[in-house]
């Protein structure tokens, strides 16, 4: 088989850029609409074509060649990750995903039972991370618990004691469900209590973004992240995270299973939530990369689905071989790459914001040129 040039689709969220994604592309900006998601990948909810044709379609076509023998064995006969830019204008919602024994129990419940709340769209798990490729800002992991406590007790608001009282005692989900239950009577003046106490720049935003929202104040047990071009955050089963600003290139399982509990317009279901959260602190939540060879990082994660290896190339050496053999998808970031062999046994050439699909029967593939790729493709 060969590389084929890979077009993804674009998901236009309220929360989106208007500028990042068309940049990258070399398309005009701003756009008329909000850009918040790039797709690459054969997920059935955005899936990216080849010449026309969807990529879940091409797989299907000889899933083996495609995929590779060991990945049909552990996945079936589909692609195991999806691929993303991500751009973020304003803050996403509060959120966690379940693990893949829960998904797999919650689907199997939800199908049985159709008067269940339609909380799960499959049976998988969906760990995700994103690799900042501007100055990020997001929400991972619960921070120290008494640094929490210091923080609320700040603002002098007696009906906080009780959620004081729990951080105070190590008790992250009797303080988190004590937050996101908060009676819609009392909450927004609650909020509006904590804004006006002027210590917390950050809830102070969330209320301009989402006023009266319970995630506003859970925001406050959480670790605010800066994150530098090249820095990443891992968001394993579990993890309440949400991002804030920035653009990323993100990689997860694929699934769009995603339990929210606030700073969003779309259905929460705090019970749900609760159950698939791990109440446990997360001290560094920043992945840093390490060095595969000169030129390859890669972020490690512990989960079969994916790898993702960042390549930069300069021209002057050698072209640089991608250390993977299964399903690869290729986005350019930066210069002018040339990857693998097309049908007409040239190589595929891709510019900044192009992509591009390999299937595991192409082989070991080579990058050439300069410049700066991502490449999303299943651990060997």
Known sequence: MTVYPLTGVIRPYAWGSRTVIADLQGRPSPTEAPEAELWLGAHPGDPSTVDGVSLPTLIADNPKAHLGEQVVAE?????????????????????????????????????????????????????????????????????????????????????????????????????????????????????????????????????????????????????????????AIWMPAGNLHAYLRGAGVELMAASDNVLRGGLTPKRVDVPELLQVLRFEVLDDPILRATEVASG?????????????????????????EIPAEGPRLVLATEGDLFLGESIDGTPIELTRGDAAYAPADAGKLKIAGTGQAFIATVPA
């Open 75 to 231: 996945f079936g006969p589909r692609l195991p990750f999806l691929l993303k830019v991500l751009a973020a204008d304003a803050p996403l919602s509060l959120q966690a995903h379940p693990s893949l024994d829960y998904a797999r129990e919650a689907w199997a419940r939800q199908e049985a039972d159709p008067s269940l709340p339609k909380n799960y769209t499959d049976a998988n798990h969906k760990p995700e991370m994103l690799v900042a490729i501007t100055p990020f800002e997001a929400l991972c992991g619960f921070r120290n618990p008494a640094a929490a406590a210091d923080d609320l007790e700040a603002f002098g608001i007696p009906a906080l004691a009780p959620v004081v009282a729990a951080l105070r005692a190590g008790d992250l989900a009797t303080a988190v469900k004590a937050l996101l239950s908060w009676p819609d009577e009392d909450r927004a003046g609650l909020i509006e209590a904590v804004v006006a106490a002027g210590t917390s720049p950050l809830a102070t935003e969330l209320a301009t973004f989402y006023p009266g929202d319970p995630g506003v104040l859970v925001a406050l047990l959480l670790n605010h992240v800066h994150l530098q071009p090249g820095e």
């Open 296 to 320: 390859i990082l890669t972020w490690s994660v512990p989960v079969p689905d994916f790898v993702l290896y960042r390549i930069e190339v300069d021209g002057t050496r050698p072209p640089l």
